[in-house]
């Protein structure tokens, strides 16, 4: 069984940050692209930003150019969100999700996603 536990929302004031984690845990063989979602009340779920194995970032959205990052220790089988600069439209139930082989299936990667973890930006 392989499992993604997100951590680090809350609540926080227009301009802060916050930081938010997700470690994968179980029997995993490897560990391909993790990736951060978003689903606010009303909104359909949406890829905020994501990361390969080596570490290059591939995509980060628009909306959160230049305020969040993506870092990921690959030690630690661990991927963070770093948010700064935040703003009451960031607001949102944040998912993360990773490509995964796990040690009895490592010919094909299968999705994980995470519980979800609230961020209300909010004064």
């Known amino acids: 069984q392989v499992q993604l536990v997100e951590s680090g929302g809350g609540l926080v004031q227009p301009g802060g940050s916050l930081r938010l984690s997700c470690a994968a845990s179980?029997?995993?063989?490897?560990?391909?692209?993790m990736g951060w979602y978003r689903q606010a009340p009303g909104k359909e779920r949406e890829l905020v930003a994501g990361?390969?194995?080596?570490?290059?970032?591939?995509y980060v959205d628009s909306s959160v150019k230049g305020r969040f990052t993506i870092p990921r220790d690959n030690a630690k089988n661990t991927v963070y969100l770093q948010m700064n600069s935040l703003k009451p439209e960031d607001t949102a139930v944040y998912y993360c999700?990773?490509?995964?082989?796990?040690?009895?299936?490592?010919?094909?990667?299968?999705?994980?996603w995470g519980q979800g973890t609230q961020v209300t930006v909010s004064s």
């Open positions: 179980g029997s995993i063989f490897s560990i391909g692209v």
């Open positions: 990361i390969t194995d080596s570490g290059t970032t591939n």
């Open positions: 999700k990773a490509l995964i082989k796990t040690a009895t299936n490592y010919y094909s990667a299968s999705a994980y």
